[in-house]
């Protein structure tokens, strides 16, 4: 069965920091981008980040740059998600998907997806 699972989410106060992981299982990530998207209550599904299958192409919101950090350890099928001096408006829930071929802006364009993590930045 083809997963992928999201942890390493919580809460933290503002300017902390956070680093998601998304391990595959059932399939090997080697030849896949891996895109992090987040959803917060009543809006849409966006893309934070983005790292294709060798780790040397790598995409950001601009509400993250320099803030984020993708990185892919693809001996251990797994993606990260380096969160740094977090903000309330990075409260969400996130996604990691899976697409075979290059990086995609378009959540319609990733072929498999986790259950998500809740990530919550309050004081």
């Known amino acids: 069965q083809v997963q992928l699972v999201e942890s390493g989410g919580g809460l933290v106060q503002p300017g902390e920091s956070l680093t998601l992981s998304c391990k595959a299982r059932g399939f090997t990530l080697d030849y896949y981008s891996i895109g992090w998207f987040r959803q917060a209550p009543g809006k849409e599904r966006d893309l934070v980040a983005a790292i294709n299958w060798s780790g040397s192409n790598t995409y950001y919101a601009d509400s993250v740059k320099g803030r984020f950090t993708i990185s892919r350890d693809n001996a251990k099928n797994t993606v990260y998600l380096q969160m740094n001096s977090l903000k309330p408006e990075d409260t969400a829930v996130y996604y990691c998907?899976?697409?075979?071929?290059?990086?995609?802006?378009?959540?319609?364009?990733?072929?498999?997806w986790g259950q998500g993590t809740q990530v919550t930045v309050s004081s």
């Open positions: 998907a899976a697409r075979i071929s290059r990086v995609a802006v378009k959540l319609e364009r990733y072929d498999y």
